[in-house]
């Protein structure tokens, strides 16, 4: 079945940065639109950033603007985020997902019985 696997997460201080790493098996990322997600403690699950398939327009959540950003290389099926300037606010759990349905974000739309990673653990603390 189809499988993404998030990697990259971890321990950084205030200020630094993290590049985290979405592996798609079984599925043609590029025919999709992909999404990073994070889960914040004690806060709901939310759409950070999302790049479109086929050149389309990325988004990004007004709370990480400016600071984080999406790619995708589909030749490796992988997708990526990077984040700078990291603030202990950003601790959570951070998931890529698709639909595997729609090609633009603004039609993305994942539910949780889409294709999920199982997360990575991203802390800001110095």
């Known amino acids: 079945q189809v499988q993404l696997v998030e990697s990259g997460g971890g321990l950084v201080q205030p200020g630094g940065s993290l590049r985290l790493s979405c592996v798609v098996s079984?599925?043609?990322?590029?025919?999709?639109?992909i999404g990073w997600f994070r889960q914040l403690p004690g806060k709901e699950r939310e759409e950070i950033s999302c790049?479109?398939?086929?050149?389309?327009?990325?988004t990004y959540a007004d709370s990480v603007k400016g600071r984080f950003t999406i790619s995708r290389d589909d030749a490796k099926n992988t997708a990526y985020l990077q984040m700078n300037s990291l603030e202990p606010e950003d601790t959570g759990v951070y998931y890529c997902?698709?639909?595997?349905?729609?090609?633009?974000?603004?039609?993305?739309?994942?539910?949780?019985?889409?294709?999920w990673g199982q997360g990575t653990q991203v802390t800001v603390s110095s």
């Open positions: 790049a479109s398939a086929r050149g389309g327009m990325n």
């Open positions: 997902a698709t639909d595997g349905i729609h090609v633009d974000c603004s039609d993305f739309d994942v539910r949780p019985q889409d294709y």
């Open positions: 079984r599925l043609t990322l590029g025919r999709y639109a």
